[in-house]
């Protein structure tokens, strides 16, 4: 089970972190995405980290000023959002897929697959107001 909290109304230039509790889930084993839909937009993915190596990636989006992280012992993944602007306003949402034994295969386009993804929380809602 996934479950993000975090979000909120905040005004642009401000900082939020967004959690996501991995229950059930042995972080090691797997990849951990950060996604987020605006309305009337497709869901997009801002950042993934490769549970087996702790390698994370980012959206060109995002790059610089969001950065995923793990902690509380690999149970708890985090989103720490700067610099937000208004067009980071979406709802977030957090997912998992399994990725042992796939790493020689796995690319980085596929770590922002929404597709690829087996599991998701029920998403957080981020307000950026200018």
């Known amino acids: 089970q996934l479950v993000e909290s975090g979000g909120g109304l905040v005004q642009a230039g401000e900082s939020l972190r967004l959690s996501c509790s991995l229950s059930?889930?042995?972080?090691?084993?797997?990849?951990i995405g950060w996604f987020r839909q605006a309305p009337g937009k497709e869901r997009e993915g801002v950042a993934a980290?490769?549970?087996?190596?702790?390698?994370?990636y980012y959206a060109d989006s995002v790059k610089g000023r969001f950065t995923i992280s793990s902690e509380d012992n690999k149970r708890m993944v985090y989103l720490q959002m700067n610099s937000l602007r208004p067009e980071d306003t979406a709802v977030y949402y957090c997912?998992?897929?399994?990725?042992?034994?796939?790493?020689?295969?796995?690319?980085?386009?596929?770590?922002?697959?929404?597709?690829?993804?087996?599991?998701w929380g029920q998403g957080t809602q981020v307000t950026v107001s200018s």
């Open positions: 997912a998992t897929a399994a990725i042992v034994g796939l790493e020689g295969v796995v690319t980085v386009a596929t770590l922002f697959e929404e597709d690829w993804y087996d599991f």
């Open positions: 059930g889930f042995t972080f090691d084993d797997y990849a």
């Open positions: 980290m490769k549970g087996t190596d702790g390698t994370s």
